[in-house]
């Protein structure tokens, strides 16, 4: 019987060997992919960065007498309904003129009921 107690001892040990050198192989792997995922990331923002820069160049080349180095000009503003406003600004008009069309949709659906309900 302590033969056999040996034994099974010896399996699991070669066995936990096998799982930590096989948890070493998924962590060098998941490192390696995060590694990669993160310079995905920053190779699309630094795109971005780019694009952004070249409609500047294109802006000031077309528009000789703009200075693109202005201090007006921040990335986080948009043009909206002819206005230079921040982007959270445009957001938040955006959400409360949405809420305001869903409120007309629910009066115009409620009118669409009444009539058939006094028939």
């Known amino acids: 019987m302590e033969g ?33 995922l993160d310079d995905l990331k920053n190779n699309i923002i630094q795109e971005h960065i780019n694009g952004f820069e070249m409609g500047l160049r294109q802006a000031a080349f077309f528009h000789q007498d703009v200075d693109i180095t202005d201090s007006k000009f921040d990335v986080n503003k948009d043009v909206v309904d002819g206005k230079l406003v921040r982007e959270d600004e445009s957001s938040a008009d955006e ?11 629910r009066v115009d659906d409620a009118e669409e009921v009444a009539p058939d309900a006094a028939e």
């Open 95 to 105: 959400e409360a003129e949405e809420k305001a069309v869903e409120g007309e949709k």
């Open 4 to 36: 056999s107690l040996l034994d099974s001892e010896e399996k699991l040990n070669k066995r936990i060997g096998e799982l930590e050198e096989h948890y070493d192989d998924l962590k060098d792997k998941y490192d390696g992919a995060v590694g990669e």
